[in-house]
């Protein structure tokens, strides 16, 4: 029997009760809250018929971006591709699978022609839109949503996740009126909405409006970090606020509480983890002990998922862990697994030719205290850094070193023009004027 799901959609292999369980996993990996995969599993233990069920559970383990995951998502590949499937469905599969093999932008593609067909496909509109984000891509992060908006309203299971979804690529285009607005929605409608908390925070964040984010996020700490996936994130979004106030000790305890203190595994918590304390580093922070767990962490998730050089944007924050803990060997263990990615023939091989493999070693130059080569390097990435992937805020660490090492290198003349073209972005910001009068430039 094939029913038909909240959005009228046909799910093959379904019944009632596994049907239930499967829109329960969507709705919450729609918010990224409480735990999708314990979900989908309950669906697929009453119907394993269910096609959709191991397709939604393929796509929860390929997002992760974890090599260790994608074994599990081709066997529920496998599984769904002897089941019944109708067009729609078969479309899902070839989509995951492209990912499965690292072909990224044909994944992409590949759902821009599903939701084309079936805009209220919330799944392939989720997927891609992680897709989008992991390649840098926003225009699309934009794009893909508007498409598929007309089809949706108030009465469609899911619009607060299509508006928020939208939120973020409107940010990344820089419409951040527009943006913080449908961020603004969403969360009305769903208090839960993770990504929407998110995209609002990446508006103030662009906007370098350190109260109004701070605002946004601390007084409601306790709704958007319950159960979220996204909580280390959205903490990581927190302390960029206090960071930017120069409130040093706020960052630390955030830092402790949320980021790099949960003990979390997840390469994407460890991301953040990284990102965070190598702002701490170059402010001139002292960090403690902090950069020697957290490298152990990266160890260990590395023994787990398989490795570096599965995707260039991890591997420069596993770097960034290991070059805080003055760990050689493995440093030098990223920077061999770059090369041979170069000739892997996947998309990744783009990502670390283009962006990844220059920024990566940057950091390691700027860790040996050969701040000329970290220029350099920085300088020939920077106008190109979306290519591998991040948003604006995350990729502006690639900016933040450059200065640094432009100052450390004694490069006056380039590093006051890095501090100008800062301080023009960022007028407001207490960072940029700070960086400013260091390098002697008038406001």
Request: with cysteine.
């Amino acid at each position: 029997m094939n029913l038909i799901d909240s959005t009228s959609h046909r799910v093959s292999g379904a019944n009632a009760h596994s049907l239930a369980l499967f829109e329960q996993a969507s709705r919450e990996l729609l918010c990224l809250v409480d735990d999708p995969v314990a979900s989908v599993n309950a669906a697929l233990a009453a119907s394993p018929q269910m096609t959709m069920a191991h397709v939604l559970k393929a796509w929860m383990h390929l997002l992760a971006t974890e090599p260790k995951l994608v074994p599990v998502a081709v066997a529920c590949l496998d599984a769904a591709d002897a089941l019944d499937a109708d067009d729609r469905e078969r479309a899902h599969i070839s989509a995951a699978r492209a990912l499965a093999q690292g072909r990224w932008h044909e994944a992409g593609l590949r759902l821009e022609d599903l939701s084309a067909r079936w805009p209220l496909d919330a799944l392939a509109l989720q997927a891609g839109h992680q897709i989008d984000f992991f390649r840098g891509d926003s225009r699309m992060l934009r794009d893909r949503i508007a498409r598929a908006l007309p089809a949706w309203d108030s009465s469609v299971p899911g619009w607060h996740a299509v508006l928020g979804m939208h939120a973020f690529g409107l940010e990344e285009t820089s419409d951040y009126a527009a943006a913080q607005s449908q961020g603004e929605r969403a969360v009305a409608l769903q208090p839960r909405d993770s990504w929407a908390w998110h995209a609002v925070a990446h508006v103030h964040e662009m906007r370098n409006a350190v109260g109004d984010g701070i605002a946004w996020l601390a007084p409601n700490r306790a709704v958007w970090s319950r159960g979220s996936l996204l909580a280390t994130h959205n903490s990581w979004h927190l302390a960029l606020f206090y960071l930017e106030q120069g409130d040093h000790d706020a960052v630390l305890r955030l830092y402790d509480e949320a980021i790099g203190g949960t003990g979390s595994s997840v390469v994407l918590d460890l991301v953040d983890a990284s990102a965070m304390l190598w702002r701490l580093h170059l402010c001139g922070v002292a960090v403690g002990d902090r950069f020697q767990a957290l490298a152990d962490r990266w160890t260990t998730a590395w023994a787990q998922a398989g490795g570096p050089g599965h995707y260039a944007f991890n591997d420069l924050h596993a770097m960034i862990a290991f070059v805080g803990a003055d760990r050689a060997p493995l440093q030098q263990q990223v920077i061999d697994a770059q090369a041979a990615a170069l000739d892997s023939g996947l998309d990744n091989a783009g990502f670390t030719r283009d962006v990844g493999q220059a920024a990566t070693s940057a950091i390691q130059a700027f860790g040996r205290g050969d701040h000329a080569r970290a220029v350099n390097l920085l300088r020939g990435v920077r106008s190109v850094a979306h290519r591998f992937g991040g948003s604006h805020a995350q990729r502006d660490l690639l900016d933040l070193t450059l200065i640094e090492a432009a100052a450390r290198s004694g490069e006056k003349p380039l590093t006051a023009a890095l501090a100008a073209e800062r301080l023009a972005m960022r007028p407001r910001s207490p960072l940029a004027q700070q960086l400013a009068a260091r390098c002697s430039v008038v406001a």
